[in-house]
């Protein structure tokens, strides 16, 4: 893999790490799935990509422009695995039967149009549309990664939401993620679209919690926009159910806002755009028991 630009968190064996909360504690918790950067040599056995194409579907520095959550009382979950490897915001056992050299079983979801669009739980493509992997895999190496990495984020993810339901009677599950450039619905008119919030228009939280976020963000100048293109993805859908006490949003950050795309580089206006969200946090951390409790 000449030319690979391995990341620190290459050393860290743990699939995601947990930033607790410190007091007072609010019902919230933020998850970034995708910005996962520890390309172990084991994940790189069989790629045929090389980086910086590899990381392109990486939702990169993401845990890092909401690391202030813990300061404001909730809890953080961020993935080190890449997405590329194992996609922890899709169904456990979406996969392309022409990725592997054995016959899937009968259960593996094979015909989800994330399947299809090759961005199922096991990529064949990264976003660009370049093929991951020079030969084909097994089926025992995607139940591996899926065991090692898919099950474990939910698992924490899962107990994270039953605390915080045990403590204050509801919870609120800030789903974080980042957009390319350029992308459909990327722009409004003439202006660059710089979030977009989903909420699986209007399933998945309280209104109350998406106009919150959309009123705060607007007032600082930033260009917002509702469930276009992203509604929402697995996360979202699986954990939004308000009927039983969790509220999920999405929030899509423009990388243009914080880093070279290019490059995959923080940018000059890293540290502005890392404020406003921690502004954010701290809005939806005290706004929350009245949004949804």
């Known amino acids: 893999m000449d030319g690979f630009e391995a990341q620190p968190e290459i050393l860290d064996p743990r699939p995601f790490r947990i930033a607790l909360p410190e007091p007072p504690f609010a019902p919230v918790v933020f998850a970034s799935a995708h910005s996962g950067r520890g390309y172990t040599a084991e994940l790189l056995a069989g790629v045929r ?5 590899l990381r392109r579907s990486e939702d990169s520095f993401v845990d890092e422009l909401f690391a202030a959550a813990p300061a404001h009382g909730a809890t953080l979950l961020a993935a080190h695995f890449p997405r590329a490897f194992c996609d922890a915001n899709r169904e456990p056992w979406e996969l392309d039967p022409g990725m592997f050299a054995d016959t899937l079983p009968e259960w593996v979801n094979t015909t989800s149009p994330r399947v299809t669009a090759g961005l199922g739980t096991i990529a064949k493509v990264v976003a660009s549309g370049e093929p991951i992997y020079g030969a084909k895999l097994s089926f025992a190496e995607a139940e591996r ?10 698992d924490a993810l899962r107990r994270i939401i039953a605390d915080i339901k045990a403590r204050f009677g509801y919870c609120l599950l800030i789903d974080c993620h980042s957009m390319p450039s350029g992308g459909p619905g990327s722009r409004i008119g003439g202006r660059a679209v710089d979030f977009v919030l989903g909420d699986l228009h209007g399933v998945a939280c309280s209104p109350r919690v998406t106009r919150a976020v959309e009123a705060f963000l607007s007032a600082r100048g930033f260009q917002v926009r509702r469930n276009d293109p992203y509604a929402g993805g697995y996360i ?3 954990y939004g159910r308000p009927g039983h006490g969790v509220h999920a949003l999405q929030v899509e950050v423009a990388r243009r806002l914080y880093m070279d795309e290019t490059l995959i580089e923080r940018s000059a206006d890293f540290a502005r755009i890392e404020q406003a969200i921690a502004g954010l946090i701290g809005a939806i951390t005290q706004q929350a028991p009245g949004l949804i409790g």
């Open 49 to 53: 990509l090389r980086s910086p194409n």
């Open 145 to 154: 990664r899926i065991q090692t990495y898919w099950l474990p984020f939910h």
């Open 236 to 238: 979202t859908k699986h």
